[in-house]
């Protein structure tokens, strides 16, 4: 995972250094927080493990809240007129599960499942409203994304009550790291704050792994491949709320 983070940041920096002498004035940078979350009936918003009887013997994800993460976005023009931009955006996001349950009287068990994302996207960004107030723009964009997902945990962790036993902790082998590609659908707000800061607020729409689905590892975003016979196209709902910088 780390070796991926240090070649995205390269990447980044290099197509800044190109994009200097090939694109107009007016590079922008953006930086803050996201929200992600599931949509759909992809089984990583399923329980871990079933609640009741009548539940389907699957292992889920829990993965039903949303998820924090940041953003770094580079944002270059490409025409003097600014209507049109190349967006190089940095994510990650930390997904993480979290089940209790009353095994008895005495007993507690907390299932927890975690992973982290790390995301890289390009496209094509269009400013096509621009508004009376604070030079406010609202933009729409289309992106293609590669995504590395790793860092994958599972583990169960058993409380006895009134200290009736030690507590333990079961640790299940993760399914292997994973690379997709996919695509972002995007549409947001830029406001002028104050000088050269700006506000770069929110919604984004993306398919993660619409290229490289391997059936045999099974879902994308569950623990472990019991029962499961296919990859799901993972899908997403996106809000993000950016710092930006106009150069």
Do not use: C
Not at 81 to 104: C, D, H, K, M, W
Not at 199 to 208: E, Q, R
């Amino acid at each position: 995972m780390l070796k991926n983070i240090l070649t995205l940041i390269a990447i980044l920096l290099l197509t800044v250094s190109i994009s200097e002498a090939q694109f107009p004035s007016g590079l922008k940078i953006a930086t803050g927080l996201t929200t992600t979350s599931l949509l759909g009936d992809n089984p990583a918003k399923l329980p871990m493990v079933p609640m009741t009887d009548e539940e389907d013997a699957v292992t889920g994800g829990a993965l039903t809240h949303a998820q924090p993460g940041f953003e770094f976005r580079l944002i270059m023009p490409v025409d003097d007129e600014q209507t049109y931009y190349v967006p190089l955006s940095f994510e990650y996001a930390f997904f993480t599960g979290r089940e209790r349950i009353n095994t008895s009287q005495f007993i507690v068990d907390i299932w927890t499942h975690s992973l982290d994302v790390i995301s890289l996207s390009t496209g094509l960004n269009m400013n096509f409203y621009k508004m009376d107030f604070a030079n406010a723009q609202i933009y729409a964009g289309i992106e293609g994304r590669v995504s590395f997902i790793g860092n994958i945990d599972t583990r169960a962790e058993r409380d006895y009550l009134e200290n009736l036993l030690e507590d333990e902790t079961w640790i299940v082998p993760p399914k292997e790291n994973a690379t997709r590609i996919g695509g972002t659908l995007r549409l947001g707000v830029e406001g002028k704050l104050r000088d050269v800061f700006h506000v770069n607020a929110g919604f984004a729409f993306s398919a993660m792994n619409l290229i490289g689905k391997d059936n045999e590892r099974g879902e994308l975003f569950t623990p472990i491949k019991v029962l499961e016979v296919k990859e799901s196209t993972v899908t997403t709902f996106q809000v993000f709320i950016l710092l930006q910088f106009n150069i």
